[in-house]
């Protein structure tokens, strides 16, 4: 195990000083040490694949550049992997944790089939690797290894191999006003929320990956409910398809605001096919809570103003649970009601017992009831 300032110092003294990821606990002591860190830039990408593109083009204005993610997110890399970098031979290093390792340490079942795939799919795209150093001897013969091959190159982290290191201050919730109404301070935690939504036992909740589902699960398990693990992101397309399919049921998505950046053109898809029976929440305390809890890559974005730009027939606030429920209920749909909620997770939150599959079985009856 390392210290993360002596793997960031080799790579500074060797050039790399524009750093851009995607949050994973794996690399939370790396992106706490990079942020503000003298002579080097952190930038807080949206997805995967943005990560990638930052980096490389850092390398093409001449800093070396690092992309740095969970592997779960390696195929949302994967376009600019081989499109971008393979075409142009741009040396972008890359740094991707491996959640899910095959006889490691137990992971989430989201973890389970990249973590046996992750060293192959880069074999697949000619991307040679090696994992990431353990001791600080050995950082910078790997970085010299890196940096003399001319296209990408890739660090597989395993679990532990960066010591802890402090998280930097957290941004204000509710960071920015809005003319439409925005409350300027976030007044409750994510579970006074989702709380009250519990009540509309003939809606289909659909809870986005990390502590939303499992604060979900933990007030209280329902048929109605659909936990997402991995698929960062996709709650909104998620609840978009079942919406259509199912126009009788109306459908609440429970997102966050750095799951809703990372695939914010989902937005204009709901907004085209305007379904009305979806209702898009997006929770929203400018952090990446469930991976470390870093800054997403714009606290404090309006996400109403872009709803409503893309076609949502309603985008609106909700300061409290109460304005909230009644949103849900009586707002013009589709819409999205983005709630400012604090920093914080309830104490002593489970893991859903019931497994991914089980969840999926169950929501089938309960649409089919």
Not at 159 to 173: E, G, L, N, R, T
Not at 244 to 271: E, F, H, K, T, Y
Not at 304 to 331: C, H, I, K, Q, W
Request: aromatic share 6%; with cysteine.
């Amino acid at each position: 195990m390392i210290d993360a300032p002596d793997f960031l110092d080799a790579a500074r003294a060797r050039g790399y000083a524009i750093w851009s990821g995607v949050p994973c606990s794996y690399l939370q002591p790396f992106i706490n040490c990079a942020i503000g860190a003298s002579g080097l830039r952190y930038v807080s990408a949206a997805n995967e694949g943005d990560a990638v593109a930052i980096a490389s083009g850092a390398e093409l204005g001449g800093v070396r550049g690092i992309a740095l993610f969970q592997n779960s997110g390696l195929g949302n890399a994967v376009s600019p992997l081989t499109s971008l970098n393979a075409v142009f031979q741009l040396p972008v290093l890359l740094i991707v944790t491996l959640r899910g390792e095959p006889g490691g340490a137990p992971d989430e079942p989201q973890h389970a089939m990249m973590g046996a795939i992750t060293t192959r799919l880069l074999d697949d795209m000619s991307i040679p690797w090696e994992y990431f150093p353990t001791d600080a001897g050995s950082i910078g013969a790997c970085l010299d290894r890196a940096g003399a091959h001319e296209g990408a190159y890739a660090l597989v982290m395993r679990k532990d191999s960066v010591k802890p290191w402090p998280a930097p201050q957290p941004p204000a919730a509710g960071a920015k006003a809005s003319a439409a109404g925005r409350p300027a301070v976030a007044a409750h935690p994510r579970h006074h929320f989702l709380r009250v939504l519990q009540k509309f036992e003939n809606h289909v909740m659909v809870a986005t990956t990390g502590y939303t589902g499992r604060e979900l699960y933990a007030l209280g398990d329902h048929p109605n409910q659909f936990y997402m693990v991995g698929s960062m992101g996709c709650a909104s397309s998620f609840g978009l398809g079942l919406a259509l399919a199912r126009p009788q049921r109306r459908v609440v998505v429970l997102d966050g605001d750095g799951a809703a950046l990372m695939r914010l053109g989902a937005l204009a898809a709901i907004g085209r096919e305007a379904p009305p029976n979806l209702v898009h929440v997006v929770l929203d305390n400018g952090l990446h809570e469930s991976t470390g809890g870093q800054a997403v890559a714009q606290p404090g974005a309006d996400f109403a103003a872009v709803a409503a730009a893309l076609g949502y027939a309603s985008a609106t606030f909700a300061a409290s649970p109460a304005e909230l429920a009644d949103r849900v209920m009586n707002a013009k749909r589709p819409a999205l009601i983005q709630a400012a909620v604090l920093p914080g997770v309830m104490a002593n939150l489970p893991r859903p017992k019931i497994s991914p599959p089980e969840v999926a079985a169950r929501l089938r009856a309960f649409l089919s009831a």
